[in-house]
């Protein structure tokens, strides 16, 4: 499915079923013995969704072994599912201890973008007072904040939904719920940014600068430049694997082309102070291995920033 202007998505299809994807990589990455993560609520909103590829995954009925892999189509290691949920696994923790550093320091206030299947605000030890806003489009608020009610699921924060697509007036609507420009905000923007045209990125980054109190934090991660093309081959080659599985999303056709300013640079010329890091950093610092014929491009061309505005 292509994108449109206004286009819209359950978490099913489109850049819905991309959050599912990730989820279930955290609920696979969550059942390993020598686990980096812990999201106990990722393998039921999954099957919640009831995609029958997804719950395949979570079953281990299809796995990196499944169905007929073509050296034309599928030419490189990397597309397995090994490769995903350790990527996942990594990222996670890097947000993780991006929002858990920033409460530690005193913020009290954070915004998760695009929250999807997203559970921090159930699954973190945040201190007493933390507000955590999520949001995302209403029917994926929705799905979520029902299903985590009938798991019986309690935030470990004041969570407040803010139903809006980023492409509509989501600042003001985060206002309308409560939001305390005044003070300092943890912001993440987690496998976000590919989904926006460049000049929606900055506008992103412009709008969060506005409202964000001298203190607050950012977290988020593009690919260098000029790495789109390799990421479309990949993708493509991605919706192969998987669509020969039943997967119907090709991620190619999701994420928006053309050149855009790279976030660090973006948000240091916006007065953030900027620390970055790779995904191959990542895979080091958990002492996670990259097998013989897998290739490194795609962990060094992923670019982790964390930001403190000055």
């Known amino acids: 499915m292509t994108r449109t202007d206004q286009d819209t998505w359950d978490l099913a299809s489109s850049v819905g079923a991309t959050a599912t994807w990730v989820a279930a990589a955290r609920a696979l990455a969550s059942?390993?013995?020598?686990?980096?993560?812990?999201?106990?609520?990722?393998?039921?909103?999954?099957?919640?969704?009831?995609?029958?590829?997804?719950i395949g995954v979570l079953d281990g009925?299809?796995?990196?072994?499944?169905?007929d892999i073509d050296p034309e189509v599928d030419p490189e290691a990397e597309y397995n599912l090994r490769r995903m949920v350790n990527m996942m696994a990594v990222r996670t923790r890097h947000f993780d201890d991006f929002f858990l550093t920033a409460a530690a320091a005193g913020v009290r206030q954070a915004v998760i973008l695009a929250a999807g299947l997203d559970s921090r605000a159930y699954r973190l030890a945040?201190?007493?007072g933390t507000v955590v806003y999520e949001v995302d489009q209403p029917a994926v608020v929705e799905f979520k904040t029902t299903t985590l009610a009938n798991l019986g699921a309690e935030p470990t924060a004041q969570r407040r939904t803010v139903a809006v697509d980023l492409r509509d007036d989501w600042v003001?609507?985060?206002?309308?719920?409560?939001f305390d420009a005044d003070k300092p905000t943890a912001w993440s923007a987690e496998g976000l940014l590919m989904y926006l045209p460049p000049e929606a990125q900055d506008r992103l980054f412009d709008a969060i600068t506005?409202?964000?109190?001298?203190?607050?934090r950012l977290a988020t991660e593009y690919h260098r430049e000029g790495s789109m093309p390799l990421l479309e081959r990949r993708a493509k080659a991605m919706a192969n694997r998987w669509g020969r599985l039943g997967l119907d999303v090709d991620v190619s056709a999701l994420v928006y082309y053309?050149?855009?300013t790279p976030a660090a640079d973006y948000l240091s010329a916006q007065g953030w102070t900027v620390s970055t890091c790779t995904r191959a950093d990542m895979f080091a610092?958990?002492?996670?291995s990259v097998s013989p014929g897998e290739s490194m491009e795609s962990l060094q061309n992923s670019i982790a920033v964390s930001a403190v505005l000055r």
């Not at 009925?61 to 169905?67: A, V």
């Not at 003001?172 to 409560?178: E, T």
């Not at 506005?210 to 607050?216: D, E, F, I, L, T």
């Open 258 to 260: 053309g050149e855009r």
């Open 285 to 288: 610092e958990a002492g996670l």
């Open 126 to 128: 945040w201190p007493a």
């Open 210 to 216: 506005a409202v964000s109190a001298p203190g607050s």
């Open 61 to 67: 009925e299809i796995t990196d072994n499944s169905g």
């Open 172 to 178: 003001s609507a985060l206002h309308r719920n409560g």
């Open 31 to 54: 059942k390993r013995a020598d686990a980096l993560i812990d999201d106990p609520f990722a393998d039921p909103l999954v099957r919640a969704v009831g995609k029958d590829f997804f």
